[in-house]
């Protein structure tokens, strides 16, 4: 049963040189108790459509969408007061930087227990017992007294687990994960990853986990979105994307990966140019101009969603019959 069911999501923000259309007109879903990872370059629209999805958009952002459906809800229409009642309560967000989002003037404690009151409508005292219990279970020690300190003296590793902390105090059944491990090193990293998965396991928790890391992907998620240029291009189980990939953004992402398991030698082989200006998106493919692969069409016309599976669907012209023999063999 899905959560989540997003169609024809459209965000754009209005500035000076033009309007930027940073996503443009995905569809997806979450399912109740799944993980779903979505991975991308820089700009390709990842966190934005979180965010749009959330409501959390700046004044010149313009967001338009068929149907935005939260567990029976339909959040399309809802505006930012009604929004509010759902965030922390039905929908928690981990956002990039602790260091940014944590605010220094106030204690740790004061900020897991603001939303626990606000939502739960307990008193303080709950709420102080609340929040202990939430450093518990983020495996923060000594958290009796680490309520009572500054984010300044916590390490990154720690207030990226307050971070956690904050997103689940109140049980949200969507817990969104925008790029939690980036400034932490492999081995934090390795410790947010198996909190995550544990936290999961305990409270059924849904994931989105937004990354340019296809390891942590790897290792995290069921499924798998890859978006480029503001768009879906593929979508697949984690074994599909990883094994059977069908877009040649994703071979150039899987490609660029290092593997220890070969026992060889090689090269990384980086993506040459760089990403669609979406202040004037390209009319067809957006990964037309990097693509070794491009043909007329795909500069003219973007491709339809082809359907592989029942759970893999991949946008490329590539699959059309007319295009059999264009890639002989590709190797990831």
């Not at 629209?45 to 339909?74: C, R, T, Y």
Request: hydrophobic share 40%; net charge positive.
């Amino acid at each position: 049963m899905n959560l989540l069911t997003v169609k024809q999501l459209q965000t754009s923000f209005r500035i000076e040189a033009g309007v930027v259309q940073a996503v443009r007109g995905i569809s997806f879903h979450v399912k109740k108790g799944e993980s779903l990872g979505i991975v991308g370059e820089s700009g390709s629209g990842k966190s934005v459509s979180m965010l749009s999805i959330m409501k959390l958009l700046p004044q010149n952002a313009s967001l338009q969408a068929e149907s935005i459906q939260f567990d029976g809800i339909e959040l399309a229409k809802t505006d930012y007061k009604a929004m509010r009642k759902m965030h922390g309560n039905d929908m928690g967000m981990i956002f990039q930087d602790p260091m940014s989002s944590l605010n220094p003037l106030f204690t740790i404690g004061d900020q897991i227990m603001e939303p626990i009151m606000i939502h739960q409508k307990v008193s303080r005292e709950e709420a102080k017992r609340r929040a202990i219990n939430m450093l518990k279970l983020v495996e923060i020690p000594s958290p009796e007294s680490r309520l009572k300190q500054y984010p300044h003296e916590f390490s990154g590793g720690m207030r990226q687990r307050v971070m956690i902390a904050i997103a689940i105090s109140c049980n949200p059944k969507l817990l969104i994960a925008d790029e939690p491990t980036t400034a932490l090193d492999v081995t934090i990293q390795a410790q947010i990853l198996d909190l995550m998965r544990d936290l999961k396991s305990k409270l059924n928790t849904s994931i989105v986990m937004i990354t340019h890391d296809l390891g942590v992907i790897a290792s995290m998620c069921n499924r798998i979105l890859v978006m480029y240029g503001g768009m879906i291009v593929e979508e697949g189980t984690t074994r599909e994307i990883f094994y059977n990939p069908r877009h040649p953004y994703t071979w150039g992402l899987i490609r660029s990966i290092p593997k220890a398991d070969t026992g060889e030698k090689k090269k990384l082989i980086p993506i040459p140019g760089s990403p669609p200006d979406l202040l004037h998106p390209p009319k067809g493919c957006p990964f037309t101009a990097r693509c070794q692969y491009a043909m007329k069409v795909c500069d003219r016309l973007a491709p339809p969603q082809v359907e592989l599976s029942a759970t893999h669907r991949a946008a490329c012209w590539l699959m059309h019959p007319k295009a059999q023999g264009h890639v002989r063999e590709v190797s990831v």
